[in-house]
């Protein structure tokens, strides 16, 4: 005799997955037997042609899990209402081959669709593991674009599963491994033949990664790879991946505070960014313009307004008029920002610059009152000035300032201690930085 709790435990199980499904979407879970198993069924129908045809965009479509899209929604929703989907690959003879992969999509799908993003991780890092044993056998590269979205869906899943174990107080731990994933990937792509050209796509996802878990030492490795091995020629790389590459080895300049290296990457990416792609644009001139700031080269009202990014306006203008309390007030007003992108300290930095166009004012005023005596500068009238702009300094204090400014180079000239006079060059008294930096 069957008991009444046998009956009724598969009805509570289905309950369960229904009351997590968005009350839009309910239609979908009411399927048919018949109906979730055709869609199934329709579904290895497609990856064994995608696999049999080398038919690589197609298959990258059937590994999207994160796209939402309406195809992968309804075969998720089969699958928590067909649970035998395992006999189903293993019937078929062109998918019992990836059965491996197969089964654990499928578990990926189920756990994404109810809002598990730990066990979707857990199981597509299992599928994706199965996928690139097969993948190291296929001879030709057709598959790179299925192995793009694996490597795109390992991090994106790993960055969502994080979200829940913080949710629940536990450890993050997935995007960690992720970051070990996509390094066996690198290393299944970093040898010879037509599949190197999707390493530098795995090393972009990597980088993710890396800035996300604040690990960006471990890119040196990868970076390494990349420009020192013969078997690469960066300019095979696709443009999309070359713009990639460039903005975070640009941004990994700038934490290292080489600015020449950081303008020549950064810039070969905005000159390659896709000019309708205004938020990438966006992202790399965040970066772009302290960079130029620091080297001495200003960015247009035009610019910063077209790509939102006014945050920089007071720091172009403190620059312009020699204004130490207005660049200090900007980098206040946005601290929180500025050192969440990494820029505060490369912009803090700008004081000197700002000190040189003060002086340079005081310079220009008094050659137009007396230009005989215009290169006989006295400290106490830039301490007046400083006091004018509410910052309170000692003869003593701005003595050592301009000793700085001329041993940076951003002033030419020399002290006359006993009458406390800077005596400026008659010759370019305020050398341009000409692309260079002011060193710290």
Same mark, same amino acid.
């Given at each position: 005799?069957?008991?009444?709790?046998?009956?009724?435990?598969?009805?509570?199980?289905?309950? $369960?997955?229904?009351?997590?499904?968005?009350?839009?979407? /309910?239609?979908?879970? @009411?399927?048919?037997?018949?109906?979730?198993?055709?869609?199934?069924?329709?579904?290895?129908?497609?990856?064994?042609?995608?696999?049999?045809?080398?038919? %690589?965009?197609?298959?990258?479509?059937?590994?999207?899990?994160?796209?939402?899209?309406?195809?992968?929604?309804?075969?998720?929703?089969?699958?928590?209402?067909?649970?035998?989907?395992?006999?189903?690959?293993?019937?078929?003879?062109?998918?019992?081959?990836? %059965?491996?992969?197969?089964?654990?999509?499928?578990?990926?799908?189920?756990? @994404?669709?109810?809002?598990?993003?730990?066990?979707?991780?857990?199981?597509?890092?299992?599928?994706?593991?199965?996928?690139?044993?097969?993948?190291?056998?296929?001879?030709? #590269?057709?598959?790179?674009?299925?192995?793009?979205?694996?490597?795109?869906?390992?991090?994106?899943?790993?960055? /969502?599963?994080?979200?829940?174990?913080?949710?629940?107080?536990?450890?993050?731990?997935?995007?960690?491994?992720?970051?070990?994933?996509?390094?066996?990937?690198?290393?299944?792509?970093?040898?010879? %033949?037509?599949?190197?050209?999707?390493?530098?796509?795995?090393?972009? &996802?990597?980088?993710?990664?890396?800035?996300?878990?604040?690990?960006?030492?471990?890119?040196?490795?990868?970076?390494?790879?990349?420009?020192?091995?013969?078997?690469?020629?960066?300019?095979?790389?696709?443009?999309?991946? $070359?713009?990639?590459?460039? @903005?975070?080895?640009?941004?990994?300049?700038?934490?290292?505070?080489?600015?020449?290296?950081?303008?020549?990457?950064?810039? @070969?990416?905005?000159?390659?960014?896709?000019? &309708?792609?205004?938020?990438?644009?966006?992202?790399?001139?965040?970066?772009? =313009?302290?960079?130029?700031?620091?080297?001495?080269?200003?960015?247009?009202?035009?610019?910063?307004?077209?790509?939102?990014?006014?945050?920089?306006?007071?720091?172009?203008?403190?620059?312009? /008029?020699?204004?130490? /309390?207005?660049?200090?007030?900007?980098?206040?007003?946005?601290?929180?920002?500025?050192?969440?992108?990494?820029?505060?300290?490369?912009?803090?930095?700008?004081?000197?610059?700002?000190?040189?166009?003060?002086?340079?004012?005081?310079?220009?005023?008094? $050659?137009?009152?007396?230009?005989?005596? #215009?290169?006989?500068?006295?400290?106490?009238?830039?301490?007046?000035?400083?006091?004018?702009?509410?910052?309170?300094?000692?003869?003593?204090?701005?003595?050592?300032?301009?000793? =700085?400014?001329?041993?940076?180079?951003?002033?030419?000239?020399?002290?006359?201690?006993?009458?406390?006079?800077?005596?400026?060059?008659?010759?370019?008294?305020?050398?341009?930085?000409?692309?260079?930096?002011?060193?710290?």
């Amino acid at each position: 005799m069957v008991e009444q709790n046998d009956v009724i435990e598969p009805f509570r199980k289905q309950s $369960k997955i229904l009351r997590v499904l968005d009350r839009a979407d /309910r239609k979908m879970a @009411y399927l048919s037997m018949g109906e979730a198993h055709r869609r199934i069924t329709d579904y290895l129908n497609r990856f064994s042609d995608a696999v049999s045809t080398q038919d %690589g965009a197609s298959l990258k479509h059937l590994l999207s899990l994160s796209s939402d899209s309406p195809a992968l929604l309804s075969l998720a929703d089969a699958l928590n209402i067909f649970q035998d989907f395992n006999r189903l690959i293993k019937q078929s003879d062109n998918d019992s081959q990836f %059965g491996e992969i197969l089964v654990h999509l499928f578990r990926a799908f189920q756990s @994404y669709r109810i809002g598990n993003f730990i066990d979707s991780y857990q199981a597509y890092e299992k599928s994706a593991n199965a996928f690139i044993q097969e993948f190291r056998n296929w001879d030709t #590269a057709w598959a790179l674009p299925a192995l793009y979205v694996i490597a795109y869906e390992i991090r994106v899943l790993a960055e /969502r599963a994080d979200k829940e174990l913080a949710s629940n107080g536990k450890s993050p731990e997935k995007l960690k491994g992720a970051g070990s994933f996509l390094m066996k990937v690198f290393g299944v792509l970093a040898g010879k %033949g037509p599949k190197r050209v999707g390493a530098l796509y795995v090393t972009c &996802q990597l980088f993710k990664v890396y800035f996300k878990l604040g690990t960006v030492h471990l890119c040196r490795s990868v970076i390494r790879s990349i420009e020192t091995a013969r078997i690469f020629d960066f300019e095979e790389f696709p443009k999309r991946d $070359k713009v990639t590459y460039m @903005y975070y080895t640009g941004r990994l300049e700038v934490f290292n505070e080489n600015f020449p290296a950081a303008d020549q990457k950064l810039s @070969y990416a905005l000159e390659h960014c896709n000019p &309708q792609r205004e938020a990438n644009i966006r992202m790399i001139l965040k970066y772009l =313009i302290p960079v130029k700031l620091s080297l001495g080269i200003l960015p247009s009202d035009w610019l910063l307004e077209k790509y939102n990014l006014v945050e920089y306006r007071n720091v172009v203008q403190a620059l312009k /008029r020699g204004d130490l /309390r207005l660049l200090r007030r900007a980098l206040e007003e946005h601290e929180d920002r500025f050192l969440r992108s990494g820029v505060y300290l490369v912009l803090e930095k700008l004081e000197l610059q700002v000190y040189q166009r003060l002086i340079k004012k005081i310079y220009f005023i008094q $050659k137009q009152r007396d230009p005989v005596k #215009a290169h006989q500068l006295k400290l106490e009238v830039i301490v007046k000035a400083l006091k004018w702009l509410e910052i309170a300094m000692d003869v003593d204090e701005v003595e050592c300032i301009v000793a =700085i400014l001329i041993y940076k180079n951003l002033v030419k000239g020399y002290f006359a201690h006993k009458s406390k006079v800077v005596v400026l060059s008659k010759q370019d008294p305020f050398p341009k930085l000409n692309g260079k930096p002011v060193n710290s």
